[in-house]
């Protein structure tokens, strides 16, 4: 089926439904920047500290999550790609799609959603603010 009909290995023509929370199928430019350069300064700086205060808020949750937000070069290489092949493939998705989306996600904007929300194959769809 190709791209559009399938996803990670998965027919999409199988799958009844689906909830999406928070996709991230955007990713900013500099970060696209940084991910495509990776080779050059992945080995040199190591693994990177991303974390945002905003991403857990409940401050003892966050300590117990001590590796979220730690990214190498190789990763957000490898993430910029899952990346691409997500976005490619939203217009072959046709089940029912809701997708949950915060309106103060650190990491995924709104934007992002609406842009999946458009982007989706499916005719019953739907994105609910939190």
């Known amino acids: 089926m190709g791209v559009q009909g399938s996803l990670f290995g998965v027919d999409l023509d199988d799958v009844p439904g689906l909830v999406l929370i928070a996709p991230y199928v955007g990713m900013p430019r500099v970060l696209r920047l940084a991910a495509s350069t990776y080779w050059v300064w992945g080995k040199l700086v190591g693994e990177v500290n991303a974390r945002d205060p905003r991403s857990v808020r ?73």
């Open 58 to 130: 409940d401050p003892i949750e966050r300590e117990k999550n001590l590796a979220y937000g730690a990214i190498t070069g190789r990763t957000l290489f490898e993430l910029s790609k899952v990346v691409k092949l997500a976005r490619k493939s939203l217009s072959g998705v046709k089940a029912p799609t809701l997708i949950i989306q915060s309106r103060e996600d650190p990491r995924c904007p709104p934007e992002v959603a609406e842009f999946a929300l458009k982007a989706l194959g499916a005719q019953e769809k739907k994105l609910i603010w939190t």
